[in-house]
């Protein structure tokens, strides 16, 4: 499982014009999900992430996690980011879970997040969408379980 977290200030997913998904302060995370991935793996990354400490403190030091200053989590599925480039110019994807295990998997990782009281908003897995955000620092890490 792989995933790109952005601290952002605000972020949103629209769909066909509607807004499916949107957030103030807190964090965008993409999710990947790959062939070998399970519920325990979801529940372990968002358990690593919840903790995850990248938001500032008093003194300016990223000392706190999105549960420490009551942030919200925006999770958008995302199977590109499972994909291989190593050879061609076209992305290989034979690496991303197959679409219904995939789904399983983000909602089991969106569930376990919401189970640590974080309000979690999301995307519409499959669909076409538009994503935007403030990130704030910027601060982007990427996670892979």
């Keep these: 499982m792989r995933a790109v977290i952005q601290r952002v200030s605000e972020a949103s997913v629209t769909v066909e014009g509607k807004v499916?998904?949107?957030?103030?302060?807190?964090?965008?995370?993409?999710?990947?999900?790959?062939?070998?991935?399970?519920?325990?793996v979801a529940?372990?990354?968002?358990?690593?992430?919840?903790?995850?400490r990248i938001f500032e403190d008093a003194q300016g030091k990223m000392n706190l996690s999105v549960q420490d200053v009551g942030?919200?989590?925006?999770?958008?599925?995302?199977?590109?980011?499972?994909?291989d480039t190593r050879k061609g110019n076209r992305p290989s994807f034979t690496d991303a879970a197959p679409p219904d295990a995939a789904n399983a998997i983000y909602e089991a990782f969106?569930?376990?997040?919401?189970?640590?009281?974080?309000?979690?908003e999301k995307g519409v897995f499959g669909a076409h969408m538009n994503v935007r955000l403030v990130n704030d620092g910027p601060?982007?890490?990427v996670m892979e379980m």
């Design 20 to 40: 499916t998904g949107a957030i103030g302060r807190g964090l965008l995370v993409l999710l990947g999900v790959g062939h070998a991935d399970t519920e325990a």
């Design 43 to 52: 529940q372990a990354l968002a358990a690593k992430i919840a903790k995850l």
């Design 71 to 83: 942030g919200s989590v925006l999770a958008v599925s995302q199977f590109t980011l499972l994909a």
């Design 110 to 120: 969106s569930a376990a997040v919401v189970a640590l009281g974080i309000h979690v």
């Design 139 to 141: 601060v982007t890490i």
